[in-house]
C-alpha cells in the first residue's frame, strides 16, 4: 500500500495561473484564455468520504476476520507509532474518525511529525425512521463508515516526537473511538 499523496505547492512561481511554459506564449494568447486558472496537480483528498459514491446500496456486512495467521493491515508501516483496534471488530463512522484525528492533532500542535490515516470510511450507512413499519425499503443515506477489523492500525505517526507524547494523543485519540 503506498503512501498517501501530498499536494505539491507552486508557492514559488511569480503567477499562480500561468505556468512557465505558458508566460512564454502569453503574449500571444488574449486575456480571455489566461483567465481560467486551473492546476494539474490532484486536490487533497478527503480521506473521510470515497472519491465515487456508491452504485448500489451496501449491506451490513461485518469486518474482516484476519484467519490463518493474516496480518494485512496490522503493521506499523509508514510510521513509528500506531493506534490499534484492540477489544472487538467495530464500525466507525467517519465523524468518529474525524474526532480522533483531530484530537491527535491539537495535542501535537506545534511539533514536527507527519500523520498517516490507515483506514478511510467508503461504507454507507443508512437509516429510516424508528417509527416506520416493516417494508418499504432500506432508508435514504446517513453516514459514511468504516468497518474496522481486530488489531487493525488506524493511525501511524512518524516525526521527531516524544514516546510519552504520542501515547498521551493516541490514548486521547482511543477514548473517541467506539
Known sequence: MPPPRIAV????LKSPCI??????LSSRITSSQTSRCFSTTHKKLDWLAPKAGESKKSRKGKPRVPTGGSVR???VVWGDYGLRMRDHDRR???AQLRNGEDTIRRRLRGMRYRLYMRINANI?????GNESRMGKGKGSFDHWASRVAVSKIIFELKGDVHEQIVR????LAGNKMP
Open 9 to 12: 505547492s507552486f508557492g514559488s
Open 19 to 24: 505556468f512557465p511554459i505558458q508566460r512564454y
Open 73 to 75: 493491515g496490522t503493521t
Open 92 to 94: 466507525i463512522s467517519a
Open 124 to 128: 454507507g450507512v443508512y437509516t429510516s
Open 168 to 171: 498521551d494523543a493516541f490514548r
